[in-house]
């Protein structure tokens, strides 16, 4: 009985120091972009009249499951140690399947952090996760999949879903765009095409809320606005199945990309969906059979997670994070401060800065503060990609 008290003290402790006495600008969110991490948590606010109601889901991907601390602080800072709670601390017992769950709270005068912290309480391991909780923020509604919030950034054009606004009941109007937005330019190039703060809709039309859309034949970017003279919306963006995966040749050709020449994807787009043509190109860049597979299996699977991850109001794979993500991987730390996001790689030695530039087509957009200096080990990297070194 001793043993298992001083036990449950030290877990107890290490909580306190390890995790909730830390700054958020002083944590690592590396496990944010970790399909591997021991623990997921997803949450979105969705501003209301006077109040914001804050969704998540969380598990564990412990085959077993575990026992789990869950702390919710509000933060006026991200250099506040400590936070005061905003609703009561409370143990989960985890598994692999979501648990889901909401909570409301007044909206607020001035901008603050909203911080997460799981803890195993068998190892003492701490999660640290955060949103910025604002009054302005745009997000007033959500999709539902089968009767509960749909979390992807992207809706598949199969399927169908129901909308939801406030109030229940009143009209949502829909705007459509069809703008293939373009391909992020390599991260040394500084004069980088931006995006307008407001684009023209293709088409419009309107639902209730509640109401039911899909399945969809025109994929792309739509907006959902109970006025759409205002900045206030969700937006998500609609693809075909398999995405966040291609199995198509004429969809490869264009993540590729980023590690052809000009030629080389040229050829790639004349191939078609003619294989021999598509594997012809492949081979001449890896320069052995094997190579090749091993090319193209671990790089779409960077792909994949890459649309996973960053899908907004274009692919993933389009986005100046899924862009890093794509050619370097899972970042060795991720630091927030502000406005800006900062991954940090050991090996290249190199780090990359993202700026926040959200807005109401999807408010956790973030784009990269580009550099010259990022040039030689872009091409290194590169390099090592067409060697089939990943």
Sequence with gaps: MYKRLTLALLTFFLVRADSFGQAVNNLNFSHWYDPLAEVVLQMDPVVRADSIEVFYRLRTNLASGARYLIKWEKRDSYAQRQGTL???????????????????????????????????????????????????????????????????????????????????????????????????????????????????????????????????????????????????????????APYPKYNKLADLKGPLLFVTTQEENDALGKAGEDKAKFDKVILDITKDTDRARTFMRNYFKRIEFANFYFTSFKEGWKTDRGMIFTIFGRPDEVQVDGGYEVWIYKNPKQSFSFARAGSVYHPDHSVLVRQKGYTENWYMTIDLWRKSRF
Aim: charged share 15%.
């Design 86 to 240: 905003v609703i009561p601390q409370d143990t989960l017992a985890l598994g692999q399947s979501w648990v889901q769950g909401r909570f409301v709270f007044a909206k607020p005068s001035k901008p603050w952090l909203l911080v997460a912290s799981l803890v195993n309480l068998a190892s003492g391991k701490t999660w640290p996760f955060f949103r910025q909780i604002e009054s302005h923020f745009p997000v007033n509604g959500y999709v539902e999949f089968y009767g509960s919030r749909q979390w992807d950034s992207y809706l598949l054009a199969e399927n169908t879903y129901h909308l939801r606004g406030s109030p229940a009941g009143g009209t949502l109007f829909v705007s459509y765009y069809k703008d293939n937005f373009p391909t992020p330019s390599p991260p040394f190039v500084v004069k980088e095409v931006k995006m307008d703060r407001f684009l023209f809709p293709d088409s419009v039309f309107s639902v209730v809320s509640g109401g039911r859309v899909g399945p969809f034949v025109r994929e792309g970017l739509y907006l959902v606005q109970e006025d759409t003279a205002s900045q206030q919306g969700y937006s998500f963006y609609v693809k075909r």
